[in-house]
């Protein structure tokens, strides 16, 4: 009987008295947001169809590819949109002249 009356006096005294120790708290957990996902938003990007209009452009298949890039900055810059695929090409990975086969 002294042990069920000395768990009820604990439990009664651990609910009433405030917590100390290492997992007492003084100030309300920062809960961080949980991350939005980029699916909950609408599209907000170019349609397919404007993005195809661009990129299939008649008078940007005469262009050097360093003219088509720029091509496609300026068009997608008059949409209002920002072009940030840019591709770096030098000599080194473009080749201009076939490769001569020795044998």
Do not use: C, K, N
């Not at 939005?36 to 907000?44: C, D, K, N």
């Not at 720029?70 to 591709?87: D, K, R």
């Amino acid at each position: 009987m002294r042990d069920a009356i000395a768990r009820v006096l604990a439990r009664a005294l651990f609910l009433l008295l405030p917590a100390h120790g290492r997992h007492r708290t003084t100030t309300p957990a920062v809960t961080t947001p949980a991350p939005v996902s980029p699916w909950a938003r609408p599209w907000t990007g170019p349609s397919s169809t404007t993005a195809r209009a661009v990129f299939t452009a008649p008078e940007a298949r005469a262009l050097t590819p360093e003219q088509r890039e720029h091509f496609y900055a300026t068009a997608w810059a008059e949409l209002g949109h920002v072009y940030i695929h840019t591709v770096a090409v030098s000599d080194v990975h473009h080749v201009t002249t076939p490769a001569a086969v020795t044998a």
